[in-house]
């Protein structure tokens, strides 16, 4: 999911960061490496550029690989360095031009609805044509999900790296629980509610949610597969699998019917049936009490789960 104007939170960003920080701890100098080449959450991959020309052979240091957002140029020849800072400079406004697109569509979606808002309209409010809209996102829904999930990969690192003896339900499910306890965080409600807003007033992305979803799922039990040498047919990848991100589902419901509990509460908004909770950004506990609900719930997969998909070696 893309981000709300200013300050969203997406579930699947908070996985991916607690990923990047679990990786860095474990394996600080290898992973960093990794890590400096891979967008953060929200930020599209860098586009495919030529290759800068040979240098002229000079006593000078090689040009490290830039980031997405153009930085870290480092010194070479004159005539390669001007076409580095040029396709730069084009990635930073391309860049700048997405963030103006969200950001409209953010606001609009907010305002009305995502199916209340035409693409048009969106344009309209970024400053930009309807044309350039569709070439950052060619589905409207596009601006509120991630064509590429950031949480699939960071979910796959987590169960690679778990250590021996450790099952896949345990890895998976201890990381999405501390990772999902962080949407707890009072500063993270109101973008939290905004985004539950937006999601839970259109059938059509949670109809599209549901579908990444069944995604990261597939993707998990795939994993899963190829570690046990699975034979085609048997369930257990994908009861495990299930079970992994049903959990994950059930407590980013949980966060959201909480911070919507609290905008009624506030006069701000509507939700099920919860007027009576705190107000998240005064109930400092919201994150632990997250982090309990899903400790019980890994418990209880565990129950069944904890001997299967053990890591050998």
Known sequence: MH????SGVRAEDVVAEQA???A????????????TDVPEAGQPAPEATEPAPEPVPEPAPAAPTGSATGAGSARAPRTPRRRKKGVNLR?????????AIVDAAAALFAERGFDHVSVL???????????????HFPVKE???????????AALLDAVRRRPAGESVAAAAGTFIVAACSRLGDPAAA????EMARVIRGSRTLQVREREILGQLTDALAEQITLETRAAPGELEPWLAAHAVLGLYQSLLELARD???AADVTRGAGDAPDLADAPDPAQDTDLGAQLQASGERGLALLQFGLASYAKRRT
């Open 121 to 135: 309209e969106i344009a309209q409010r970024a400053g930009v044509v309807e044309k350039t809209v569709f070439n």
């Open 24 to 35: 860095r701890a474990a394996a600080p100098d290898e992973v960093e490496r990794v890590l």
């Open 190 to 193: 109101p973008a939290v509610a």
């Open 91 to 99: 990635e930073v406004r391309r860049q700048q031009t997405r963030e």
């Open 20 to 22: 990047r920080a679990e």
């Open 258 to 260: 909480r911070v919507l």
């Open 142 to 152: 596009g601006l509120v999900f991630e064509a590429d999930p950031p949480m699939q």
């Open 3 to 6: 981000p709300p104007a200013t």
